[in-house]
């Protein structure tokens, strides 16, 4: 059985926080041949989330550096990387900035936000999870944790490189399932 958790009070975690790059992981999974799941991670990824009196009026931005993808195979990545799909030269970050935040229960809501990647900004919309929360850590800071879970076409961002296979259907898959588990410190 799940706990259940609730936000903390407003006052308590209301102001500007910051990515924890080190207790963090933006991750993806995309179907390869068909027949398995090809899962990836980006290393570097900063922002912020300035949590508001009302979590509707919280506003989050975070930019992830393309170059620091990782899928545990060098030569996949370099193709990652490549024009054929982020083309990192002329588009080196990927950024996520929030539109619309909502409530569904004491512990998740949904985040509304514009997604760009190479430059094509489109609307996404995140389940999230609160995890819980810390008023002071070993070293005196504030640290709140969310999950949240998407599914996106890549097309959509076109992202369209692929290869047909011999036995039918193609090399990639065009669904990306993203999976966050961030953690935040203020102070």
């Known amino acids: 059985m799940t706990e259940t958790l609730t936000l903390p009070r407003t006052d308590e975690v209301a102001g500007t926080w910051s990515i924890d790059q080190s207790h963090s992981n933006a991750a993806f999974a995309v179907k390869y041949m068909m027949v398995s799941t090809v899962r990836g991670r980006f290393d570097n990824v900063t922002g912020t989330v300035t949590l508001a009196d009302?979590?509707?009026?919280?506003?989050?931005?975070?930019?992830?550096?393309?170059?620091?993808?990782?899928?545990?195979?060098?030569r996949r990545d370099g193709h990652l990387k490549s024009p054929d799909f982020f083309d990192v030269e002329n588009h080196p970050e990927m950024t996520?900035?929030?539109?619309?935040?909502?409530?569904?229960?004491?512990?998740?809501?949904?985040?509304?936000?514009?997604?760009?990647?190479?430059?094509?900004?489109?609307?996404?919309?995140?389940?999230?999870?609160?995890?819980?929360?810390?008023?002071?850590?070993?070293?005196?800071?504030?640290?709140?944790?969310?999950?949240?879970?998407?599914?996106?076409?890549?097309?959509?961002?076109?992202?369209?490189?692929?290869?047909?296979?011999?036995t039918g259907g193609v090399l990639v898959g065009d669904r990306v399932d993203i999976d966050l588990d961030v953690q935040l410190t203020k102070g």
Do not use: C, M
């Open 54 to 74: 009302r979590i509707e009026d919280s506003t989050i931005d975070v930019t992830l550096d393309v170059a620091s993808i990782s899928t545990h195979d060098e």
């Open 96 to 166: 996520f900035t929030s539109t619309k935040i909502e409530r569904t229960s004491d512990d998740t809501g949904k985040v509304t936000g514009d997604l760009t990647i190479r430059g094509v900004a489109r609307p996404v919309v995140l389940d999230v999870r609160f995890e819980d929360w810390t008023s002071n850590d070993l070293w005196g800071k504030a640290r709140i944790g969310f999950t949240a879970r998407t599914s996106i076409s890549r097309k959509d961002w076109d992202l369209n490189w692929n290869q047909v296979l011999e």
